[in-house]
Each structure stands twice: as structure tokens, then as C-alpha cells.
């Protein structure tokens, strides 16, 4: 079946490290890839996608690859901030799906100052 | 514009009752999906509805159920309450063909 797999936390980094959290996944064809944030006492909010292999998605400093060789779509930044402290959620949509998103268990980011 | 509005906020619940919940999408979005998330946990998927018709659902018992309305807002209805209903229920809109999901703030149901 299909599934999505991240890395467990917390992960804990001093302010300015290097990030990277570790999501692979397991479904047929070319599902398109996302990373979801939920900030403390928020909703969900599409970070960024990527819909093909070699696709890479950015935002705010955050990027990911679409690896189709490794099925891997790692979430990484160059230098997080206090801000960037929350929940992180690499998720997929089956290239057949009706919007059904299949997720990860999420992955606790806490950055220290 | 406003976002995808949910309500209640908060809810508590006892065993055995029965809860509506209720999503407005964003204006122009044709679609609404409901997950669940229980703490600690990625949201699962409960259902999918589109143009007032279910086009999905998750792996979830009868007891839960929902409908679309024609001005595309939406209700989850759960039945017979149990301890292990209680989760953050997220309701999330898209356009037609959208690639993106759109989350609202949830709402929190606690069964006791």
C-alpha cells in the first residue's frame, strides 16, 4: 500500500544549523509530494510540493527534491531560525487519488536560541 | 479572502452522544476533505466530497458519516461516540483540480 515514512523527534537545533528531516515513501506510479508545517495551536499549512521526479519545491528557505530513485523527498534548510519551531508533515497525493493526502506521523522541530 | 473557517473550536462530548461538525471552504473551492488527527499522530483521512458527492472515503466505521451542502460547505457527523473519537477533525478545501489542500484551524473533540 501506499505510506509515508519521516524521521522521529524531536529534533533539536541551535538557532542557524543546518536541517534536514528525512521523509520516504511507498506507492505505485508518480504521486506528487508535499511538506505540510503546524505551527503550536495551528492548522496545517502547505509549505511546498513538488509533482515529478527531480522536481524541487522551495519556500522560505526550506527546500526538498522529488527523488524518484530513492523514493525520498528530505525536507532541508541552511539556517533555521526560533521561528521555524514546529511540527513538520511530509505527505503524499496517489497520482490517482480524488485530493486523498496519505501522511507521515510528523516530525517535532524545536530550535534553540 | 478568508481561509476555510471550521466550529465549533473546542468540544466536549460524553461516550454514546453523537457530534456535528462544520467547514466552510474557501470561497470558489468546489471540494472539502475531512481528516482526523489524533495527538502525536499525521491526520488520516475520513472523506472526500466534491460537488455534494462523496468521491472518497477513508478507513473509518459507519458510524461516521457527512454531506456537502450546494453552497459547498460541509458537516462530519459522528455517531455513538467513543473514547478514542477524541482528535483534532481538520477540514481542508481545494478548486477543482487543485493540486493543493487548504487546512482549516480544526476543531477539537474530547469524549469523556
Known amino acids: 500500500g501506499n505510506s509515508v515514512t519521516q524521521m522521529e523527534g524531536p529534533v533539536t537545533l541551535s538557532e542557524e544549523a543546518f536541517l534536514t528531516i528525512n521523509c520516504t515513501y511507498t506507492?505505485?506510479?508518480?504521486?506528487?509530494l508535499f511538506w505540510y508545517v503546524q505551527y503550536p495551536g495551528e492548522g496545517l499549512q502547505l509549505l511546498l510540493k513538488?509533482?515529478?521526479a527531480d522536481d524541487k519545491g522551495s519556500n522560505k528557505g526550506f527546500e526538498a527534491t522529488y527523488r524518484k530513485e530513492t523514493t525520498s523527498f528530505h525536507l532541508e534548510k541552511g539556517s533555521v531560525q526560533v521561528s521555524d519551531s514546529a511540527v513538520y508533515f511530509c505527505?503524499?497525493?496517489?497520482?490517482?487519488?480524488?485530493?486523498?493526502?496519505?501522511w507521515g506521523a510528523g516530525t517535532k522541530l524545536i530550535i534553540k536560541p | 479572502d478568508a481561509g476555510v473557517t471550521q466550529s465549533p473550536t473546542h468540544l466536549i462530548k460524553t461516550r454514546g452522544q453523537h457530534v456535528t461538525l462544520r467547514c466552510s471552504p474557501i470561497?470558489?473551492?468546489?471540494?472539502v476533505s475531512w481528516y482526523q488527527q489524533v495527538l502525536g499522530q499525521g491526520p488520516q483521512f475520513i472523506f472526500q466530497?466534491?460537488?455534494?458527492?462523496?468521491?472518497g472515503r477513508g478507513n473509518f466505521p459507519d458510524r461516521f458519516s457527512a454531506r456537502q451542502f450546494p453552497n459547498y460547505s460541509s458537516e462530519l457527523n459522528v455517531n455513538a461516540l467513543l473514547l478514542g473519537d477524541s482528535a483534532l477533525y481538520l477540514c481542508?478545501?481545494?478548486?477543482?483540480?487543485?493540486?493543493?489542500?487548504?487546512f482549516g484551524p480544526g476543531t477539537r473533540l474530547t469524549v469523556t
Open positions: 481542508a478545501s481545494s478548486s477543482a483540480g487543485g493540486l493543493e489542500q487548504y
Open positions: 513538488a509533482t515529478k
Open positions: 470561497s470558489g473551492h468546489k471540494s
Open positions: 466530497y466534491y460537488e455534494k458527492e462523496e468521491r
Open positions: 506507492a505505485t506510479g508518480y504521486p506528487s
Open positions: 505527505a503524499l497525493r496517489k497520482e490517482d487519488s480524488n485530493y486523498q493526502l496519505i
